[in-house]
């Protein structure tokens, strides 16, 4: 495998780096963000929170404006930010001035769908093929834990709740919690999955939850002045199927903040933390 690194910075005595690869699951070549704290220096494996971003982002969004290094390099944590769809000339994108599908828009999941099916499988790469990777070539254990804000929220619940065993900890930041019963995620499985909506329902937090094999440490964070609360984002229906299936979930409602990395900024701290115990880096 082929790891051609692109950037490296020094940040609180760590190193915030960004590598690109060719992808064969995605069949492109793909870039990530890794940041490896201090303790990484010492080259025993250290656990992996891997951050899934949203609509119209890159591997680059969360790294430069969620201010999570410096409490990531107390803990010990690698931070490993996938890109957010396949990208380059031979991937299919949508009409110009629709960011809401195609690039930046892979809703982590597994196309069936012409154009679509062929580069759009980020679910398998963000499950398997970025862990692997990962795990092959820097000092990453695999304990791994699993975030993301909004399209990146619904994937990161979506992609614990379908590889049990996989994770430890799962959180998200304002998720599209119900993805079948809102405009960005019907569009998306219309595309991605096609027009049988039996077939979406694999995809949808707020189903699976219902069907989920293991508990693992749940929280969300969504923000009150949230322009797309009650449009796209839909917790309500998530807090519903938890309850109905026993499944333990904390979820916070703050009022004043919006669908910013300004909110996720001002709280990544205490996912962190909620993800470092699951992950054995502090007492529980
Ligand atoms: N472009 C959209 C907003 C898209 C948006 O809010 N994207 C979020 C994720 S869903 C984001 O993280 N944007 C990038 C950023 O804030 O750095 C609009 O104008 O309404």
């Known amino acids: 495998m082929d790891l051609e690194k692109l950037s490296d910075s020094l940040c609180f005595g760590g190193r915030q780096q960004r590598w690109r690869h060719r992808s064969a699951t995605l069949g492109c070549e793909m870039s990530f963000s890794v940041y490896l704290p201090p303790q990484a220096e010492a080259g025993a494996p250290l656990p992996?929170?891997?951050?899934?971003?949203?609509?119209?982002?890159?591997?680059?969004?969360?790294?430069?404006?969620?201010?999570?290094?410096?409490?990531?390099?107390?803990?010990?944590?690698?931070?490993v930010c996938p890109d957010t769809s396949p990208r380059g000339a031979e991937v299919a994108r949508a009409p110009d001035g629709e960011w809401d599908l195609g690039l930046s828009a892979g809703f982590y999941l597994n196309a069936s769908e012409a154009p679509w099916a062929s580069h759009y499988r980020m679910h398998d790469y963000v499950a398997d093929e970025l862990p692997s990777l990962i795990?092959?070539?820097?000092?990453?254990?695999?304990?791994?834990?699993?975030?993301?804000?909004?399209?990146?929220?619904?994937?990161?619940?979506?992609?614990?709740?379908?590889?049990?065993?996989?994770?430890?900890?799962?959180?998200?930041?304002?998720?599209?919690?119900h993805p079948c019963d809102c405009p960005w995620g019907q569009k998306a499985f219309r595309h991605y999955l096609g027009d049988d909506e039996s077939r979406w329902q694999a995809w949808d937090a707020s189903v699976l939850i219902g069907q989920a094999q293991e508990r693992l440490p749940l929280l969300i964070d969504q923000g009150e002045a949230d322009a797309f609360l009650a449009s796209q984002l839909r917790p309500e229906a998530l807090v519903a199927a938890a309850s109905?299936?026993?499944?333990?979930?904390?979820?916070?409602?703050?009022?004043?903040?919006?669908?910013?990395?300004?909110?996720?900024?001002?709280?990544?701290?205490?996912?962190?933390?909620?993800?470092?115990?699951?992950?054995?880096?502090?007492a529980s």
């Open 48 to 79: 992996v929170l891997y951050w899934l971003s949203g609509l119209t982002c890159t591997d680059e969004n969360f790294v430069q404006k969620a201010g999570a290094q410096r409490t990531a390099a107390q803990l010990g944590l690698i931070l």
């Open 135 to 177: 795990e092959a070539h820097f000092p990453a254990s695999d304990r791994r834990a699993i975030s993301g804000h909004s399209m990146g929220g619904h994937g990161a619940l979506v992609t614990a709740l379908r590889r049990p065993g996989r994770y430890r900890s799962v959180s998200a930041f304002a998720p599209i919690c």
């Open 244 to 282: 109905a299936a026993g499944y333990p979930l904390t979820l916070r409602r703050h009022p004043g903040y919006d669908h910013s990395y300004f909110f996720i900024a001002s709280l990544i701290d205490e996912h962190l933390h909620h993800h470092a115990k699951a992950l054995g880096r502090l």
